[in-house]
């Protein structure tokens, strides 16, 4: 939704400007857009049902369950495929997702950094950020996102 419509509950959005200004300035990267990675693999249309559960006090992966799907289901073997065929060098990936880093090591890829990648924090998805944290295991060190004081 953060992507297509900008919404301001996600920070896939940010994430995508922000992740194409690093590339820029690396001088080079690549993004992957996987089909049916909307929602953690649940779809736009389920995605827009799990935010009117939201509305009702669920947090993102209670939403995800509550509609019949499991917190992400994101498969990353197309990525992974395009990976092998195209770089034998380590790669940087930008991501704060764990399951992501695992995917590719467990398919053979050397991983040389992760670039973490927190921001656009608001009012309206704060909760959602922490639930990625706190209940989807997101990476998130030093100066990152939602820090528990």
Not at 17 to 28: D, F, N, P, R
Not at 62 to 67: M, P, S, W, Y
Not at 110 to 122: F, K
Request: hydrophobic fraction near 30%; glycine fraction near 10%.
């Amino acid at each position: 939704m953060g992507i297509i419509f900008g919404s301001k509950r996600c920070d896939c959005g940010y994430q995508l400007k922000q992740s194409m200004k690093h590339i820029s300035e690396h001088g080079s990267g690549a993004i992957f857009y996987l089909a049916n990675h909307e929602g953690r693999g649940i779809g736009l249309f389920s995605k827009a049902l799990a935010y009117i559960l939201q509305e009702n006090g669920y947090d993102t992966a209670d939403a995800n369950l509550k509609l019949g799907f499991v917190d992400d289901s994101r498969d990353y073997s197309d990525a992974i495929r395009v990976l092998k065929a195209l770089r034998t060098k380590p790669v940087t990936l930008i991501t704060n997702n764990p399951r992501k880093l695992d995917a590719l090591s467990k398919a053979g890829l050397d991983i040389e950094d992760r670039v973490q990648l927190w921001g656009d924090v608001s009012e309206y998805n704060e909760k959602y950020l922490k639930t990625k944290i706190e209940r989807s295991g997101h990476l998130n060190e030093g100066e990152g996102c939602c820090n528990n004081d």
